[in-house]
C-alpha cells in the first residue's frame, strides 16, 4: 500500500480486520497502531491510524494504551464485538 492512505482509508481497513474477526465468531479483537501500520506497509501515517482507530472505538471498547503523541506505534484498543 501507499504512504499516502487517508484516515478513512484506514479506518476501512480496520472496520474490515474487525468484521473478519466477528465473522470469525471472536467476541474482541485487540489492535496496535504499529501492527495496522507494519501490516499496511506504511513508513508513516501514523496519525490517520490513531485518529481511525479511536473514532471507530465505542462505547465498552477499552483504551488499553493512549500514548499523549497521535503518532506512535503504541496505542492498543480493545474493540468487543
Do not use: H, N
Amino acid at each position: 500500500m501507499s504512504d499516502l492512505m487517508s484516515e478513512r482509508d484506514v479506518g476501512k481497513y480496520i472496520q474490515e480486520k474487525i468484521l473478519s474477526a466477528k465473522k470469525r465468531g471472536e467476541t474482541e479483537i485487540t489492535l496496535i497502531s504499529g501492527d495496522i501500520q507494519k501490516e499496511l506497509f506504511l513508513q508513516d501515517g501514523l496519525e490517520e491510524i490513531c485518529i481511525a482507530m479511536q473514532k471507530l472505538a465505542e462505547p465498552g471498547d477499552e483504551i488499553l494504551r493512549r500514548p499523549k503523541s497521535l503518532r506512535t506505534t503504541g496505542l492498543a484498543i480493545k474493540y468487543y464485538l
